[in-house]
């Protein structure tokens, strides 16, 4: 029998139970007893859910609280003395760590003041990890038993699961040296925490798994040779001890640069995500022994469209001509954490297009039914692939796929569209004398907060309770009093807070053409952090312009220059779900093309600072160094600059960009004015450097807009005197690290008013 297996499945809740009941905690309105109870629920349902759809090999230990990552880095005791110093419970530890803490001391407990750690991109995704930091004297040690008691809380329900565990190599690759341990390569430590990993696995084992699910998804990337020949070391050792048997899990790119490393490894089997590379099978099958097992990932993790039966049917055939059917299982091609919970909440998609969508609920029924077609025949489930197929045809011929004009205005792109007129210099030139703008120039990234009056206006407006008349006075109310705060706090660059918008994308999507919109479809960027990524349907166009309204209002009510607030066409592609029959780059010419003529209509209303936000260019990089690489960098910086280049000399482009592993050269070919860069979090010296000779105008955050805690002044100017160790202080910009949407008005006003004041204070000394 050919078994079905799913890799993992969203945490959240279907009604984002999981988002309430954390921040619920956070604000001190639940209980600790109320938020296990909750995450206790969701895993119950989650299994049941997988269950009663028939699926063969259901995974434990998916859950988590804020991020899988984390979980590690807590249980094998990876807490920097920062964080353990306190002796907090557990759990508030735990969310220490993710989202930093301050507070102030009570007659029972000391005041806590501590930083979050780094968080990163997973891969290519829009999910973030948080990085495990490796402090000097890091003692590896089980700090918990979660995998274990989520193995048999399954158990207890009759439920018999596969736990999912970040193996140890992956692990100690997507961490980082601490600030004391700078000289460390996290690799190194890998025999000290191999026997912790053996503990784990051991007690895995007596509680009765008889498999783990063992990740390595960094097989998929370009690895040293050290840590290629870890792979041996860890594997070998992990055989000696009394574990249950182990799937080696990659996903999300091409294994076969380092098969070398995990040819002969004493595994069970091996997993690969053929919906990404489905050419590596016969590489993959080549190294496997005899009596290992194949888990054929095919059933897409990362996007929403249904599978094509039919194709997947004949791949996973395929394989069971190549190694029998004894040894296949139909899988996930990754874990659906990145896929919203289920479509049954979807009311308002019309019919038509909702057939071509499969969320994750539905996905593991899919995986069922391949399973269940190539082990009994497509005969016993021959009524749900003609109903697939029929969907599949329909949405190939659909008119809303296809838009002649659209394709028409792609192939005219020259690249002169894609060039300003002048270079950087004489560009800067004419901004001095258009914009009045001071030395260490502060400004914010775009957004902030969102209160829950904004958010009850939008809501009955949404529902035609308020006419548009009235949300419009109401938008315009909230404009006028985050600019007038801008200016009472002393900002030099203002943005107009963005009231209107609900996210950074589907605000644009909603007003582009070719979109579709879900009302449910929530999935988890990091933390409590949801996304309702919008779905690329058709092809894309601007029917009318998109904010030009509000930013020309925003501008009027004040002298100082306003920024324009757009998001990229790179940005728009990769944080909503894209098409998957047409190339990245032609959605991205055509997001860009349509970004360029909202560009060129809020310069014309008299808008002169315009940010055009690129968070995701490093998220779509190709995970490997090549050909493929090449020319994703050069087709996604040529789609930022067709939308941004149809200004004027003294028109400043700016672009901003978070939570990755940016490559400056790649930030440096965007030719934008002024780029801003998360660097809170960020405690290597070198990063700085690697910005030292960045030839425009730079600002590198200063402070972590995803964590409540308020830095003082002289934190600021700290980090400040560490930029301008490396970096021209006539090139520098001061802002935060990202927009301020999530936080509240308490702690965004205090932070903002200590970052200028720190700007001040070094502007005055540079005019004495």
Excluded at 218 to 247: G, M, N, S
Excluded at 382 to 404: H, P, V, W
Excluded at 436 to 458: A, E, M, N
Aim: proline letters at 6%; charged letters at 25%; aromatic letters at 8%.
């Amino acid at each position: 029998m050919v078994q079905s297996a799913v890799l993992g499945f969203p945490r959240i809740g279907a009604q984002r139970e999981l988002k309430k009941v954390t921040e619920a905690y956070w604000a001190g309105k639940s209980s600790v007893e109320e938020l296990f109870k909750v995450g206790k629920e969701l895993r119950e349902k989650n299994w049941k859910l997988q269950k009663e759809a028939g699926v063969d090999i259901i995974p434990s230990n998916d859950f988590s609280f804020y991020d899988q990552i984390l979980d590690l880095s807590l249980l094998f005791n990876v807490v920097p003395e920062r964080y353990s110093k306190y002796n907090l419970p557990a759990i508030d530890t735990f969310f220490a760590m993710g989202r930093g803490l301050q507070r102030p001391a009570t007659d029972s407990s000391p005041a806590v003041d501590v930083t979050a750690l780094e968080m990163v991109k997973w891969f290519d995704s829009n999910y973030h990890y948080v990085r495990p930091t490796f402090s000097k004297g890091v003692e590896f040690k089980l700090n918990g038993s979660k995998p274990i008691d989520e193995f048999l809380e399954a158990k207890a329900l009759g439920i018999h699961t596969r736990p999912v565990i970040v193996g140890p190599v992956s692990y100690l690759f997507l961490g980082k040296a601490d600030k004391d341990n700078l000289e460390l390569e996290p690799i190194t430590l890998l025999e000290k925490l191999l026997p912790v990993y053996a503990e784990l696995l051991a007690k895995l084992k007596e509680a009765g798994a008889d498999t783990v699910q063992i990740d390595e998804p960094v097989l998929v990337l370009d690895l040293p040779a050290e840590v290629q020949a870890a792979y041996k070391t860890a594997y070998e050792y992990l055989a000696t001890a009394a574990a249950p048997k182990l799937i080696l899990t990659t996903y999300f790119g091409d294994i076969r640069p380092n098969l070398a490393a995990i040819t002969g490894l004493p595994v069970a089997g091996v997993h690969a995500d053929f919906v990404r590379v489905p050419e590596q099978l016969d590489d993959v099958v080549s190294i496997l022994a005899p009596e290992q097992t194949l888990s054929v990932g095919i059933v897409n993790g990362r996007n929403i469209w249904k599978t094509d039966f039919a194709k997947a049917i004949e791949f996973v055939n395929s394989a069971i001509a190549k190694v029998g059917a004894e040894r296949v299982i139909v899988a996930t091609s990754s874990s659906l954490l990145h896929t919203p919970v289920t479509l049954a909440s979807e009311k308002k998609i019309s019919s038509e297009i909702k057939d071509w969508f499969a969320f994750a609920t539905e996905k593991v029924t899919e995986v069922v039914i391949i399973a269940k077609a190539v082990t009994v025949g497509v005969e016993s489930v021959a009524d749900e692939l003609a109903a697939n197929a029929k969907s599949i045809a329909a949405r190939g011929s659909s008119s809303i796929t296809n838009d002649t004009a659209v394709r028409e205005r792609v192939s005219g792109i020259t690249p002169e569209m894609a060039k300003r007129k002048s270079p950087f210099a004489d560009r800067l030139a004419a901004q001095k004398k258009h914009l009045d703008i001071p030395l260490f120039p502060t400004t914010t990234i775009g957004s902030f907060p969102q209160t829950k009056d904004i958010r009850v206006f939008r809501n009955k407006f949404t529902k035609g309770e308020i006419s548009a008349e009235e949300y419009e006075k109401f938008i315009e109310k909230e404009i006028e009093m985050v600019v007038k705060f801008q200016e009472e706090v002393g900002l030099d660059v203002l943005v107009h807070g963005e009231p209107e918008r609900n996210d950074m994308v589907q605000y644009f999507g909603e007003k582009l053409n070719g979109y579709v919109f879900t009302s449910n479809g929530w999935v988890q960027s990091y933390g409590s952090r949801y996304v309702r990524p919008p779905i690329i349907a058709g092809d894309v166009s601007r029917p009318a312009p998109m904010t030009v309204k509000e930013s020309k209002f925003a501008q009027s009510i004040t002298k100082k220059p306003m920024k324009g607030m757009l998001s990229g066409p790179i940005t728009c592609l990769r944080w909503s779900f894209p098409r998957d029959d047409i190339s990245a780059q032609m959605q991205a010419e055509q997001l860009a093309l349509a970004l360029r003529d909202e560009v060129n209509d809020l310069e014309a209303a008299g808008v002169y600072v315009i940010q055009v936000d690129e968070p995701a260019i490093r998220e779509g990089l190709p995970l490997r160094a090549g050909a493929e690489r090449d020319d994703y960098v050069k087709w996604a910086v040529e789609s930022f600059r067709l939308a941004t280049s149809g200004v004027e000399d003294g028109t400043q482009i700016h672009s901003h960009f978070c939570y990755s592993d940016l490559d400056p050269n790649h930030i440096k070919a965007l030719d934008a004015d002024v780029v801003s860069i998360e660097f809170s979090k960020k405690d290597d010296p070198k990063y700085i450097q690697e910005f030292s000779e960045y030839p425009n105008h730079i600002g590198l955050g200063l402070f972590d807009i995803h964590s409540p805690r308020v830095p003082p002044k002289e934190e600021f100017v700290a980090r400040i005197n560490d930029i301008l160790s490396v970096y021209p202080k006539e090139n520098l910009w001061i802002n935060p690290d990202c927009g301020l949407k999530t936080r509240g008005w308490a702690e965004t006003k205090a932070s903002l008013q200590n970052m200028v004041d720190a700007a001040k204070e070094f502007r005055a000394s540079v005019s004495v």
